[in-house]
């Protein structure tokens, strides 16, 4: 299992896919700043990003790349996530990459010392969780069950296959579990070893059910 090349940039990312919303820096050498806000009704995204570029001594100008979490979890913080980096990129030409959030979760637990096979848990509501399998060893993270969606009794069932799971608000589903909120860092972090560059209109929530739509009824012509 090999390490991912390092590449020197400037990056800013965002992850709003939990109760936990956050901002963090990556100077190009490994050091990350992070700003986090827990819940609340209002998305101070802006005011996260400015704290971050003011603790790193930045200005909006210094900043290369945008790097997204792209969830799965709360498709409105998702979606203003990505509303701001494709407002950046058509006012900075700036590169964009949209990281999963799973995948920021597993390298999180990598970073604070977990090993071995993991599954990430998402709560997906609607009685279903989104759930991904990795193998955390001295390399990158291998995934090694994709993510998907699973329905309550499966969860469960998962979590008595003796598994260590991990994710935001596990407790209150399950009886075991390690609770990991999404990080901007760990989705920075990510980012600095990747280059598959997006333009912003490719930037899309991971969301794993299928869009449906309603039909609006006609509209009432007016009585004459």
Not at 106 to 133: K, L, M, P, T, W
Not at 189 to 208: C, K, N, T
């Amino acid at each position: 299992m090999r390490t991912r090349a390092v590449f020197p940039m400037k990056i800013l990312a965002l992850e709003f896919s939990s109760e936990r919303r956050s901002a963090a820096l990556w100077d190009g050498a490994g050091e990350v700043a992070e700003v986090a806000e827990n819940g609340g009704r209002r998305l101070q995204a802006f005011a996260l990003i400015d704290e971050a570029l003011r603790r790193a001594g930045w200005e909006r100008e210094a900043v290369e790349c945008l790097a997204v979490g792209l969830g799965p979890g709360s498709y409105t913080g998702v979606r203003a996530a990505i509303a701001v980096a494709q407002g950046w990129q058509l006012a900075r030409n700036v590169h964009l990459l949209g990281i999963s959030s799973a995948d920021a979760l597993a390298a999180q637990a990598q970073a604070d010392g977990c090993r071995g096979r993991v599954h990430v848990v998402i709560n997906a509501q609607r009685g279903e969780f989104y759930s991904a399998g990795y193998d955390l060893g001295p390399g990158s993270p291998e995934i090694v069950a994709p993510l998907r969606l699973l329905a309550a009794p499966e969860a469960q069932a998962l979590a008595k296959t003796g598994l260590v799971l991990l994710g935001p608000d596990l407790h209150s589903q399950f009886s075991t579990g390690r609770i990991l909120e999404p990080s901007a860092a760990a989705v920075a972090r990510l980012a600095a070893s990747r280059r598959e560059f997006v333009a912003g209109d490719q930037l899309q929530p991971i969301y794993l059910r299928a869009t449906t739509f309603v039909k609006a009824p006609p509209a009432r012509l007016p009585l004459s």
